[in-house]
């Protein structure tokens, strides 16, 4: 495999910081939108034989993303995404944190606080993701949890979702 097509992930433990950068064999329009549209999300956001399943989607500033997480067994943890200031095509910020089905947060696990951009590349997309945390202990946790595992499976969901395009 390529190695532009791995998840480079920086982490900055005194910073509260964790840097993800990952290109795509995409246009940036296409990466975009899979990053956006639910029913794209629901194809590739979490990792195999995980399913993610949107209740509730209101891609804008100030709106929100509501999923599942959903085990083989059918085990459902709930996610929800804040989003922040937007740039169409080329940036969003997202608050993203567990919660309960009803949306509200778990106070008990970390949330993380995003930034995606999305580059032209000669040859498609590169997304870096920065992620800040409340604290070192968060991103700690975050990273015990299996997070850096489960998104690189997820990104390559992604590439194969470009490939059937």
């Known amino acids: 495999m390529n190695t532009k097509h791995q998840v480079n992930i920086e982490k900055d433990p005194s910073g ?3 840097v993800l950068t990952r290109e795509f064999d995409a246009d940036p329009a296409t990466v975009w939108q899979a990053y956006t549209d639910r029913n794209l999300l629901d194809q590739w ?8 399943e949107t209740k509730s989607m209101d891609f804008r500033e100030g709106g929100h993303w509501q999923y599942a997480m959903i085990s083989p067994e059918g085990e459902r943890h709930w ?19 567990f919660c ?6 778990n106070p008990g696990l970390p949330a993380m606080n995003w930034t995606n951009s999305f ?17 070192a202990e ?14 690189a499976m997820a990104m390559n969901n992604l590439d ?6």
Do not use: H
Request: a positive charge; aromatic letters at 10%; zero cysteines.
């Open 16 to 18: 509260k910081k964790m």
């Open 45 to 52: 956001w979490a990792p195999k034989p995980w399913r993610a």
């Open 79 to 97: 996610g929800k995404v804040i989003y922040g200031k937007i740039e169409p095509g080329v940036s969003f910020v997202a608050n993203d944190m």
């Open 100 to 105: 309960d089905e009803q949306g509200q947060p």
């Open 119 to 135: 580059n032209a590349t000669a040859s498609g997309t590169r997304v870096t993701g920065t992620i800040l945390f409340s604290n």
């Open 138 to 151: 968060d991103m700690q946790k975050i990273t015990e949890m299996g997070f850096q595992e489960g998104i």
């Open 160 to 165: 194969e979702l470009f490939a059937k395009a």
